[in-house]
């Protein structure tokens, strides 16, 4: 009785084969795993986009003009006919936000850049506000130019950079219980407040740390909006993981398949040739 032995799929297959097949599978796991490493980038080399000291003292300057003000008069309830003096500060401060692009995950981004410059000014009797001086376009096209666009009545931006350390910006971050100041330079981000008139720093809070809690956060919707519930699920690493283990076995097959074809059709064209004989 004839007999026919199973023979194991490897034993058929040359040792050149077996060594393209291993390094096929090996390019596809590492180009399915490339995007997603790039998705969950490391913290910028550089963190700050520090605004030039002559854009501060255009600012400062953009700050004294009749229209900035009549903008801090306003705000601090003062008629336009009375004789009220209103001293407005010859230095300004920064406030840095959130870099938007950062935010997207956009490679080579910096985490802070300017938002506007803070001017503060103070009545006689003692009242003060502070002018938030940006960068306006002008309506007609052109290079934009510092105007001052809101008011606050406190002084809270020059009270908070008087004990800033040395390289370090004043950060403004929208959080969920409103706008939260921060210590920022090129390493961490110290929480500031003022309580009871005197200024308070909390723990440090490592770059890296606040850039993971950000990458976390993208898929949820911007904590300054109304919170909505939301039918789409929030964004899990764990499932693309999965995804991505699952497109890495479903193109390894494929390049098995491709692969093995010439194999098969040699060892069956040597089946037919073995029984014609």
């Not at 900035?68 to 936000?97: E, F, K």
Request: charge should be positive; charged fraction near 20%; proline fraction near 8%.
């Amino acid at each position: 009785m004839e007999r026919h032995h199973l023979q194991h799929p490897q034993e058929g297959l040359s040792r050149a084969m077996r060594r393209r097949i291993r390094c096929v599978a090996l390019a596809m796991t590492l180009w399915c795993l490339l995007p997603h490493a790039q998705a969950i980038a490391d913290p910028p080399q550089s963190v700050i986009e520090v605004l030039p000291p002559e854009q501060v003292t255009a600012a400062v300057h953009a700050a004294h003009v009749p229209t900035a003000v009549n903008l801090a008069r306003s705000n601090l309830g003062i008629p336009a006919q009375t004789d009220t003096r209103l001293h407005v500060a010859d230095r300004g401060v920064c406030v840095y936000r959130l870099n938007p692009s950062f935010r997207q995950g956009q490679s080579h981004a910096v985490l802070a850049v300017p938002g506007y410059v803070a001017v503060s000014a103070k009545t006689s009797d003692g009242r003060t506000t502070t002018l938030q001086v940006a960068q306006v376009p002008p309506a007609e096209g052109g290079a934009s130019s510092w105007a001052a666009v809101a008011a606050a009545q406190d002084d809270t931006e020059a009270r908070l950079a008087q004990d800033l350390g040395k390289n370090a910006v004043l950060f403004e971050h929208q959080g969920p219980h409103g706008r939260e100041w921060f210590e920022l330079d090129e390493h961490a981000l110290r929480p500031l407040s003022i309580e009871n008139g005197r200024i308070h720093r909390a723990a440090a809070i490592p770059i890296a740390t606040y850039v993971k809690s950000l990458r976390q956060a993208t898929a949820q919707p911007p904590s300054t909006a109304p919170s909505k519930p939301s039918s789409e699920p929030d964004r899990d690493f764990g499932t693309e993981i999965w995804a991505l283990a699952g497109t890495t076995f479903l193109l390894t097959a494929g390049a098995l398949v491709i692969l093995l074809r010439p194999h098969s059709r040699r060892r069956a064209s040597t089946a037919e040739h073995t029984a014609s004989s």
